[in-house]
């Protein structure tokens, strides 16, 4: 693959939060968990790349640009959002009864109540602008930083936690039913948790920040589905907000590409 179309002058979306290296990368395990937790990494670095994009953008979008910034801001909280509330209403419960033990999730629902109430004011704001012009970039970016840091450890520790299940005293034996339910569970609930985020709005957000040159270009073919879908997701879902995706860290084919508010020096603020 080829690698990253931008200059090492100009941040990309991989910081100020740390992308997270997926568990099938770092140790080619193949059980359950690690592929279930690899899944869900690849979910948790659109969402980095996304806080990174928003982020590092925001100070420098014009006046003309606010209104479309301001969508897809709003358009990474409900991705978020609804990833975590899909996660606690379902997908924990149902792990741990495949699983079999309770309690698996403990620190998880922790670290979730410590960013939820940045992340609340994050939305808040957006919300109460009493035009899009008053929108200050440099006061989302304080309000982000309220939250970063948990908020970035947290969707790192997420994976790691999953991917530990596999050496719980009862986690289920492999080519087992426990083993194909909980696989199945993954499946099932990361295909359910994307779409339920809407085709014109959290499809296009996902596939708009997932890099095709990541690891490798290993997960380039992520998430599995026909090119023509995947085309139709992306420029026929997405065209309802368009104008939104110009802030997005990656193309339509997901290759990375200069953030859009940060090619205009003239700009800078």
Not at 109 to 131: C, I, M, S, V, W
Not at 175 to 194: H, P, R
Request: aromatic residues 12%.
């Amino acid at each position: 693959m080829a690698a990253k179309p931008r200059s090492s002058t100009k941040p990309w979306a991989d910081g100020p939060c740390p992308l997270i290296t997926t568990p099938q990368h770092e140790t080619n395990k193949t059980d359950i968990f690690t592929l279930g937790a690899t899944h869900m990494a690849h979910i948790h670095n659109a969402i980095l790349r996304g806080y990174n994009s928003i982020y590092l953008q925001a100070p420098h979008v014009t006046d003309e640009d606010k209104p479309e910034f301001i969508g897809y801001a709003q358009t990474w909280f409900r991705f978020v959002k609804s990833h975590h509330d899909d996660e606690e209403q379902e997908l924990f419960p149902q792990v741990e009864e495949v699983v079999g033990t309770k309690g698996i999730w403990k620190e998880t629902h922790k670290e979730h109540e410590a960013f939820l109430t940045g992340l609340t004011r994050f939305n808040d704001y957006l919300n109460q602008l009493p035009e899009p012009f008053d929108f200050d970039g440099f006061e989302l970016r304080r309000i982000m930083s309220t939250f970063q840091t948990p908020f970035s450890a947290h969707f790192h520790s997420e994976i790691a936690t999953i991917a530990s299940f596999a050496d719980l005293p009862t986690a289920p034996e492999p080519s087992s039913v426990k083993a194909t339910q909980a696989a199945s569970v993954f499946k099932i609930w990361g295909k359910k948790t994307v779409m339920k985020t809407g085709a014109t709005d959290g499809v296009p957000f996902l596939l708009l920040n997932l890099d095709a040159t990541y690891e490798e270009g290993k997960w380039a073919a992520w998430p599995p589905m026909p090119p023509p879908v995947r085309w139709g997701l992306v420029n026929v879902g997405g065209a309802y907000h368009w104008g939104r995706w110009k802030f997005a860290s990656c193309d339509a084919k997901g290759n990375p590409r200069e953030l859009y508010a940060l090619q205009f020096p003239e700009n800078r603020k």
